[in-house]
């Protein structure tokens, strides 16, 4: 059987190492590890089945696995992936935007024949859309409104804020407080819009994909719209997603994305 490390064991990485402990992906899960060590220890305090290790740093997480599972932020994606590469290891990253902010990890990935996998996360049509690219896509924009709580703390946020001279309190309706590409969404919405990402790797591209970012402030899901005009037709996907109950930030249908798609690997 193949072993796995989890890099990263906050609400992802803990809800997909349960999942492992469960026996529901068909991986051995060796190793647990986050920069913040009793997240790390007190997700191994709650397994039943699996008695992973605690590693004490990056480099002794990544030896154990066959497969890193990324699920920490994408300003630390660059470290994980070198560090995954040089000790020859397949990663699978929950961090797609990293992928976005540091192309050369995939460059780096196909010259030493490394894999790297990530999954749909909270939105749905990524295969059709990956279809659509064999026949020339014309356009794809993603709007994903979302509760405005869920967006504190994010550049973004606040940088809209400064830009109208206002409070977050002040915003009273469903405003957009972003529109641009999804290089430029990453870094201003780096817990926010993976997705996005995720969508232009398998579309048309970082710059040509256009993002909308509205906030409601008496939002309870993510709404994520995606529309992709192409020489074979035009497809439009609309996806409400519930938040995580211990994370406003990550859709469920993120964390269930990534089981679905460790347990066909």
């Known amino acids: 059987m193949k072993t796995i490390s989890v890099v990263g064991c906050g609400t ?3 809800e997909v190492a349960m999942a492992l402990d469960r026996d529901e992906i068909r991986l051995q899960l060796t190793s647990l590890y986050d920069v913040e060590k009793e997240k ?6 709650r397994l039943k089945r699996v008695a992973p290790s605690v590693a004490e740093t ?3 997480a990544i030896s154990a696995g066959d497969l890193v599972f990324e699920a920490t932020h994408v300003n630390s994606l660059k470290e994980i992936a070198e560090e995954s590469f040089r000790l020859k290891k397949d990663l699978f990253v929950m961090s797609v935007g990293g992928l976005v902010m540091y192309p050369e990890i995939l460059e780096r990935a196909r010259s030493l024949g490394s894999k790297i996998f990530f999954p749909s996360g909270a939105i749905a049509g990524l295969d059709g859309i990956s279809a659509l690219r064999l026949s020339g896509i014309e356009s794809v924009t993603l709007k994903s409104t979302k509760p405005l709580k869920s967006l ?3 550049p973004g946020l606040e940088r809209f804020l400064k830009s109208k001279n206002k409070g977050i309190e002040e915003i009273q309706g469903t405003e957009t ?6 290089r430029e969404a990453v870094p201003l919405f780096p817990q926010n819009v993976n997705i996005s990402a995720a969508l232009a790797l398998r579309g048309g591209g970082p710059e040509k994909t256009k993002v ?3 906030a409601d402030p008496f939002g309870t ?4 719209e995606i529309t992709c005009v192409s020489k074979a037709g035009t497809v439009y996907t609309k996806t409400e997603n519930l938040p995580h109950p211990q994370n406003p930030k990550t859709s469920y249908l993120a964390i269930l994305s990534a089981i679905s798609r460790l347990k066909e690997l």
């Open 12 to 14: 992802i990485g803990g």
């Open 177 to 182: 407080i972003f529109e641009g590409n999804v």
């Open 40 to 45: 790390a220890a007190g997700l191994r305090q």
């Open 152 to 154: 504190v703390s994010s």
């Open 58 to 60: 990056l480099t002794e």
């Open 221 to 224: 899901k993510n709404i994520h």
């Open 212 to 214: 909308i970012i509205v």
